[in-house]
């Protein structure tokens, strides 16, 4: 083809023509003299061997005997196809179906395993209900059922590889004690083969996701190190193919994903929305929420230009796609800083932040709900109510000695609290008789609901703190 | 409301769409596919759904020619063509409409950015052979390419007229026909277009090619015109010479 003698043509010529003695029409001149040289054969080429070579042509149908012109239509078209592939350099690696392909088919598999692992849990729950409790990874939990299977067989069985000690211990207690239905061997064997089919079904997943990251290394590299493999190959997916990604402009790159979005506000003149598929990306994901939309923007206008040079580019180095993070990077780190510094002002001064108060929030059980005997008549809770008020109003000021009382008492018991916990105030309760301290646990059953306002106000806990320490040694005793 | 229909054009193989606006159109071989982008029709036609692809004058000479009044395309059903300058394929895609599953085109084009797309839609369509090669030799694709009975030259190149006489005398057989798309600028910008056409006419002359009508594509191109004629043209016994 390129003016050079195939093997084959020579062994042809050898054979045929060094018999024959006769010259050998050529229609490439150039293909003649290198015959000639080669094989020191006679070559004529001439108008006349032109007409020769029309009229061959026109009945090659005829001439070339057993070949049905529509195999000889097929074999030219097969020839023509392989030949442009070979000139287009076209190489099976670089295909972005197989992405688009691989990356529906792992959030199909997530969709499956998801179904089959609750189904899974639920079956089983009937037979063994506190496992589902205590494991709550899900492939620990097939793992674990495959290898056990029926109830009886948890005392003996080895779960040491796939649980730690405690945990495999609870597990064997528990079923011993589970409520449980029994089932039979069919019952477990149903279930079990579900179970090797999720394990199984796991494992391909992790298999998919590792070939998945390959390939997306291969055809896009410099996308691959700008945004990462599943933010990329799911930008690909969307667009349809990596070229038709390479169409698309920055902006719409930077909200591809959220298209709903994006008309509803188009439609109703509000604010569009700032990332769409690209707010998966790391990048966009270690910064702080005021400067996700900064981020997003910057990251897709050279995400943009990786996409590009992956679609359009002859070499498929990532260095363009490293060199380009490096500076986003850099960007971003500018960016967290200057939030720091004042932007008002000359902008050299730093912006003062606020000195560290630890705000306690406890949240305790309000056991208001539990008893079904009333707690206390409606005088009371009116009497309660107004307690509650002065308590908030008076705190602020505080002014009078009472409610220094009670709200030293409130104290106390806060900090008893925090260091005790819910169970010991409950005792507490309990173990008190005297009306007074009827009072007091009411009190304690009003803090839950104003114990938000004093945990937040910080002024409150240092100035009581001292008399705190006073009023505990004199409760105690 | 007006009724849709679809007649077929005084060239086989073309259509005219009569609907709310007057299309040129083809018969889609791979009905539910677009190849460019183009607006597609479907019609009822005796129960079945038959479905034509609208055919764009300003994208294609071809079309352009059609719709100027060109007397013979003589790309008909069943033909085989050899069709230079393919590009992306748009105008190819129509003329393997045109010639139908039993016909063949011969797609050659040079560039790869182009042929990458070229030979998508051939993939697609079985009677377009993708070649990617330079016109300029066809020696280099001879043994792709069986003997055609059209040539279309669409190449746009300062010696087109060299190329088609190369390509005749290798590929068409005695008595086929040509149809050579000349812009002006391409060839000479400082001359006039009138000039132009007349060089080039001259010169196919000289290779054997017999021009028989010469038309310019106003109003879809500027300094444009299109030549059909006839290469070695068979003497029939009978005094008129029918233009096949």
């Known amino acids: 083809m390129e003016g050079k003698i195939n093997k084959q043509l020579k062994k042809v010529l050898k054979k045929i023509v060094k018999e024959a003695h006769e010259p050998l029409a050529v229609a490439d001149a150039k293909l003649g003299g290198v015959i000639k040289e080669k094989l020191n054969l006679s070559c004529i080429h001439s108008p006349v061997v032109n007409e020769l070579m029309r009229g061959i042509r026109s009945q090659m149908d005829g001439l070339i005997p057993g070949v049905e012109p529509r195999e000889m239509a097929a074999m030219c078209l097969g020839l023509a196809h392989s030949l442009s592939r070979y000139r287009l350099k076209f190489s099976a690696d670089k295909v972005d179906t197989m992405i688009v392909q691989a990356i529906s088919l792992l959030d199909d598999l997530d969709k499956e395993l998801n179904n089959y692992i609750m189904r899974c849990r639920e079956w089983y729950g009937w037979h063994f209900p506190e496992l589902g409790k205590i494991i709550s990874d899900n492939l620990t939990y097939c793992k674990c059922l495959q290898k056990v299977g029926d109830r009886k067989n948890y005392a003996s069985a080895q779960l040491s590889e796939l649980l730690p000690e405690e945990v495999e211990a609870e597990v064997k207690a528990a079923a011993e004690i589970s409520m449980g239905t029994e089932v039979s061997e069919e019952d477990i064997c149903n279930i079990l083969h579900l179970c090797t089919q999720v394990i199984e079904i796991s494992e391909y997943r992790t298999q998919l996701y590792e070939y998945l990251q390959n390939r997306m290394m291969a055809i896009a590299p410099n996308v691959t190190v700008m945004v990462g493999e599943l933010v990329g190959a799911r930008l690909i997916a969307h667009a349809g193919s990596l070229l038709n990604l390479a169409k698309h402009a920055a902006s719409t790159v930077q909200i591809l994903g959220a298209e709903k979005a994006l008309f509803r506000a188009l439609k109703s003149r509000r604010d569009t929305p700032k990332y769409g598929l690209i707010y998966h990306a790391s990048l966009v994901g270690q910064t702080s929420p005021k400067h996700k939309g900064k981020i997003s923007r910057m990251l897709a206008a050279k995400t943009v230009l990786a996409i590009r040079y992956d679609a359009f580019g002859e070499d498929s180095s990532s260095a363009m796609g490293v060199e380009n993070r490096a500076k986003l990077e850099a960007r971003l780190r500018a960016i967290e800083d200057r939030g720091i510094r004042k932007i008002s002002g000359t902008g050299k001064a730093l912006a003062k932040a606020e000195k560290y108060e630890h705000k306690s929030e406890v949240k305790t059980y309000d056991p208001s709900g539990d008893s079904t005997l009333p707690t206390c008549s409606k005088k009371r809770k009116i009497e309660q109510v107004d307690q509650e008020d002065e308590i908030i109003e008076k705190k602020a000021k505080k002014a009078k000695v009472k409610i220094k009382v009670e709200v030293e008492e409130k104290e106390e018991q806060e900090e008893e609290e925090e260091e005790e916990g819910v169970l010991v105030v409950e005792e507490q309760e309990t173990s008190v008789k005297k009306k007074k301290k009827k009072d007091k646990k009411k009190h304690i059953k009003e803090e839950p609901l104003s114990e938000e306002e004093p945990c937040t106000s910080t002024a409150v806990p240092s100035p009581e703190k001292k008399k705190k320490k006073k009023k505990k040694k004199g409760n105690e005793d | ?244």
């Open chain 2, 1 to 244: 409301m007006r009724v849709v229909t679809v007649e077929p054009h005084r060239h086989e193989g073309v259509f005219i769409y009569r609907g709310m606006e007057d299309a040129l159109v083809t018969l889609n071989m791979v009905p539910g596919q677009s190849v460019y982008g183009e607006r597609r029709v479907t019609v009822n036609e005796g129960g079945a759904k038959v479905e034509y692809r609208t055919w764009n004058p300003f994208r294609s000479k071809l079309a352009a020619a059609i719709l100027g009044g060109v007397d013979q395309i003589h790309i008909k059903p069943k033909c085989k063509v050899l069709y230079l300058g393919a590009a992306s394929g748009t105008t190819v895609s129509h003329v393997s409409d045109i010639i139908g599953p039993d016909g063949l085109v011969y797609a050659v084009e040079f560039s790869h950015r182009a042929g990458r797309d070229l030979v998508n839609v051939a993939k697609s369509r079985t009677n377009i052979i993708p070649v990617l090669e330079d016109a300029r030799h066809p020696l280099k694709y001879r043994m792709l390419v069986g003997m055609v009975d059209v040539i279309f030259a669409d190449v746009a190149q300062p010696d087109q007229s060299r190329i088609l006489a190369l390509n005749a005398h290798t590929f068409l057989r005695n008595g086929g026909h040509f149809l050579i798309s000349i812009k002006a600028n391409c060839i000479d910008s400082t001359a006039s277009a009138e000039a132009v056409f007349a060089s080039e006419v001259r010169k196919l002359q000289q290779e054997n090619l017999k021009p028989q009508e010469q038309l310019t594509l106003e109003p879809y191109e500027r300094d444009h015109a299109v030549v059909v004629g006839v290469y070695r043209p068979i003497r029939s016994s009978s005094k008129s010479r029918s233009s096949k």
